[in-house]
Every structure is written in C-alpha cells, then in structure tokens.
C-alpha cells in the first residue's frame, strides 16, 4: 500500500504526525542516569508512586541530554534545565515548571501538550517541525533563534521575544499574546491571524508576516508610529 501524504496548504508549517511505538517504558534514575535515550517513556518508579513524576523538586537538570522517540510528563519541577539538549522525535505532555532553560538546543519533530511554564529561555536555539499546543506561558525567550515550520495552538502566551530570531512558516491558532517584540527579527510566511495581540514591539520588522484585517485596524496606530506617519484630523 502507498502511503499517500498530504500537502499543506502554501506557507502552512510542514509538520507530519508525531507517531511514538514500540517504546520502553523507563523511571526518573534511568533518564538522569545516562546522557542519551532512544525509544523510551517516562513512567512512575519501579516502587509504584503514582505521584512521582510530580513531585520533582528543585532542578531537573537534563542539560546536554540526547533524546529521540521519547515521550516525557507529566512532571513537575521548580525548575528544569534542558540546556544544549538535542530533541528528534519527542513529546512533552504536561510539564509544570517556573523556570525553564533551554538555550542553544535543537528540537526536530517535537510535540510539547499542554502544562504550565512560568520563565522559558530558549535563545540561540532551533526549532523545527515542532507544535506547542495548549500550553500557558509566562516568558517565551526565543531571541535570535531559528523557527521553521512551527505551530502554536490555543496557547496563552504573556510576552513572546523574537528579536532578532528567524522565522519561516510559523503559525498561531487560537492563541492569545499579551506583548509580542519582533525587534529586528526576519519573518518569512509567519501567520499572526489565529493571536490575539495586545502590544507589538519592533512592528516594523513584521514584514513577511500574515495578518488579518480586524488586526490591521487594531495595528494602525502602531504601524503609523513605527514609520513615522503623523495621523491627525482635519481642521
């Protein structure tokens, strides 16, 4: 049988289903006691404490770690550290954490569902192929990273940075976001129609994005500032 795949519309995110299988099941001492993992799943302890994955205290230091096929959550964590850490092929489902730093990585294939993130730095980093779907945000960091065929979904977002980041086929549906800096970011086929915006900072560097026209109408005084045009009315 041929597997037929269908083609997103022109400048939707490229994204295939995230299809995890044939994966072993593995606790909390495992995934920290090895810095690469293939084909696995975070489960409660051999003892049986249900509530284990939400009881991680302090950090969770995953820094550097090597993940693919892998599905991680729920958990929680006062603060959790995935620095340089290389995810390809991973989900990430209820994760609770105030504090979250992942400069530097490389997420591919990547599903982060629901949970609650308070402080996420995630600068200089690459994502692609990635979805974050029903997750709260605090702080979204994504300064001078690199995004390509990326969707939020039904996510509240408080201030999202992209300065200096760049963007190609990314799309927001159903999301709300408080302040949105796009400071000298470079956006190609970037859809702001599913977000509700509060506040633009840097809103003349939206070339190369999508918006719709209720959004024109609420941007106009912005955009009139961002290029230096005085509106007044006749006398």
Do not use: K
């Amino acid at each position: 049988m041929t597997r037929v795949r269908r083609t997103a519309p022109a400048g939707s995110p490229r994204i295939d289903p995230l299809v995890l299988q044939d994966i072993a099941d593995i606790d909390l001492a495992t995934l920290l006691a090895e810095d690469s993992h293939e084909g696995v799943r975070l489960v409660p302890g051999a003892d049986g404490r249900a509530d284990e994955l939400d009881a991680v205290a302090d950090e969770l230091d995953l820094a550097g770690l090597d993940l693919r096929e892998t599905e991680l959550g729920p958990l929680r964590t006062a603060r959790l550290d995935l620095r340089a850490a290389r995810l390809r092929e991973v989900r990430l489902q209820g994760v609770d954490a105030p504090v979250v730093n992942a400069t530097r990585g490389s997420w591919i294939d990547v599903e982060v569902v629901g949970g609650r993130l308070g402080s996420v730095e995630a600068y200089e980093s690459e994502w692609r192929s990635l979805v974050v779907s029903g997750v709260r945000l605090s702080y979204l960091n994504l300064r001078g990273a690199r995004l390509t065929d990326v969707r939020f979904v039904d996510c509240v977002v408080d201030e999202l940075d992209l300065g200096q980041a760049r963007l190609e086929r990314v799309a927001f549906e159903g999301c709300r976001v408080t302040r949105l800096d796009v400071g000298r970011a470079e956006l190609s086929q970037v859809d702001l129609r599913g977000a509700d915006l509060s506040e633009i900072v840097g809103i003349s560097h939206l070339r190369g994005a999508v918006i719709d026209h209720g959004q024109l109408m609420a941007l106009a005084p912005a955009i009139a500032a961002g290029l230096g045009i005085a509106v007044r009315d006749g006398d």
